[in-house]
């Protein structure tokens, strides 16, 4: 099994990500981490912080590599590239996330998921996340994580999103000849998007690659537990515009989305319906792309006219909420107050151990 850990200047959260990976069950074949750093300054750093698991039971276990890019590429080249460049034919492969959590169970199910049905691509829940506070603790949201026993269902096309789909840490894939053609495609379906930006218009690659896998004929299913939780720096909380974390803008991408599925020729599967889901998303944040200074308005004229959206009132209250929210920092507001509260505050170490031991609340 190859756990891919794209890491890009996130080295407070780095350390407690890797000591998820290796407090996890084993699983029933060789392990290998590779640790792509993204940020060549960090260097240094990063192999100092890997490094000082070396005492841990599990880390003798794992085979660990660092890949260090020259320069930063974009993000879809680091998580991808990674994969192409170190995956074994048929293996398992995870993305993992460098300030995410792992589940205690989550490889293990992963991979003997995708090994007993032979899929391509596994899609896993999302248990709540993590915001990253100064020191040792962190402040949790979310639902008490729960085992389960492995158990997973095929998707369809029809049935995928409920199970994850844009997250890089809902993904687990086998690396087949399906994969690897699906990420082909993939790179077709955006470099159509040429007058987008290309690390922009890449963003959303995890989606369309659950898209493509499916026109490709391939095999997918979905897991009845949570694999990860989602984890995310204090200032990136704080600073986050309009509820897009990462300085992303959350209507943008949606929108880019909808206008690249009604410009493919899809031959194996009707995305009617996940054309729709997506356009009535974009419509709700289509207000706010007007105040937001992260959009290119140029490019956003040319979406409204090529690829118009239905706006109603009730996208406008929608909207409206968000960006009162934004200019009043009410969600930064409600987050200070809930931890200086001490509202779902743990130190790492206990929070890790709860989580193992299935008390987490």
């Avoid at 407070?12 to 407090?23: A, D, I, P, W």
Wanted: net charge positive; proline share 3%; with cysteine.
């Amino acid at each position: 099994m190859l756990v891919v850990l794209p890491t890009y200047k996130r080295l407070e959260c780095l350390g407690l990500s890797l000591q998820s990976v290796f407090e996890n069950e084993p699983v029933a074949e060789a392990m290998r981490l590779v640790i792509a750093n993204n940020y060549p300054p960090h260097r240094a750093k990063v192999e100092e912080i890997v490094t000082s698991f070396n005492l841990h039971p599990n880390y003798e276990k794992w085979h660990v590599v660092f890949h260090h890019w020259p320069a930063t590429v974009p993000a879809v080249d680091n998580w991808y590239g990674t994969i192409a460049q170190y995956a074994g034919e048929g293996e398992v492969v995870l993305l993992h996330g460098d300030d995410d959590l792992l589940t205690p169970w989550s490889l293990h199910h992963r991979c003997e998921a995708l090994q007993t049905t032979k899929s391509d691509l596994l899609l896993s829940g999302v248990s709540g996340s993590v915001t990253f506070l100064d020191g040792e603790k962190l402040h949790y949201q979310g639902v008490t994580p729960l085992r389960g026993d492995g158990t997973t269902v095929p998707l369809t096309a029809e049935i995928f999103e409920s199970y994850g789909n844009v997250f890089i840490g809902s993904h687990t894939y086998r690396y087949t000849d399906t994969f690897k053609r699906a990420t082909q495609l993939v790179k077709e379906w955006t470099d159509g998007q040429d007058w987008v930006d290309y690390d922009t218009r890449n963003l959303m690659f995890p989606y369309y690659l659950v898209l493509a896998v499916f026109e490709l004929k391939g095999k997918m299913v979905g897991a009845k537990w949570h694999g990860c939780i989602r984890g995310t720096a204090l200032s990136e909380r704080l600073n986050a515009r309009f509820n897009a974390s990462y300085g992303w803008s959350t209507g943008w991408l949606l929108w880019l989305m909808v206008e690249r599925l009604k410009a493919i020729s899809f031959r194996n599967m009707n995305v009617t319906a996940v054309s729709q889901s997506i356009s009535r998303q974009a419509a709700q944040w289509y207000v706010t792309l007007w105040f937001d200074n992260r959009v290119n308005k140029k490019l956003l004229r040319r979406l409204r006219q090529t690829c118009p959206l239905e706006v109603k009132f009730s996208d406008l209250l929608f909207a409206a909420r968000v960006m009162l929210a934004q200019w009043l920092g009410l969600k930064a507001l409600a987050l200070r107050r809930q931890i200086s509260g001490g509202i779902s505050v743990y130190r790492q170490e206990r929070f890790l151990a709860e989580l193992k031991n299935g008390t987490l609340a």
